[in-house]
């Protein structure tokens, strides 16, 4: 069965935000698109370490990005 992709993004990037991280990959047709933290290079750590696809630090610009589909607030 083929499902079709969401592309979901995490607002936080602390405890609760890893668990969805890890947990996200195995989320039938779940695609971590994007991670947001108020500090630039915790943000790209994040990326990096779990896989996302782009870094934030202003909500802004994550929220106006049309290859977000859904949002996660883990803060």
Same mark, same amino acid.
């Given at each position: 069965m083929t499902s079709k992709q969401i592309r979901f993004a995490l607002i936080g990037a602390g405890m609760g935000a890893?668990?969805?991280a $890890? @947990?996200?990959p195995h989320v @039938? +047709? #779940? /695609? *971590?698109? %994007? /991670?947001? %933290? !108020?500090?630039a290079e915790k943000a790209e750590a *994040? !990326? #990096? !370490?779990? +896989? %996302?696809?782009?870094a934030y630090?202003? !909500?802004a610009e994550?929220? #106006?990005?049309?290859e977000i589909d859904a949002v $996660? $607030? /883990?803060t």
């Open positions: 890893e668990t969805h $890890i @947990e996200l @039938e +047709g #779940a /695609v *971590f698109q %994007a /991670v947001f %933290a !108020r500090n *994040f !990326r #990096a !370490r779990y +896989g %996302a696809k782009k630090s202003d !909500r994550l929220l #106006a990005d049309p $996660i $607030i /883990v």
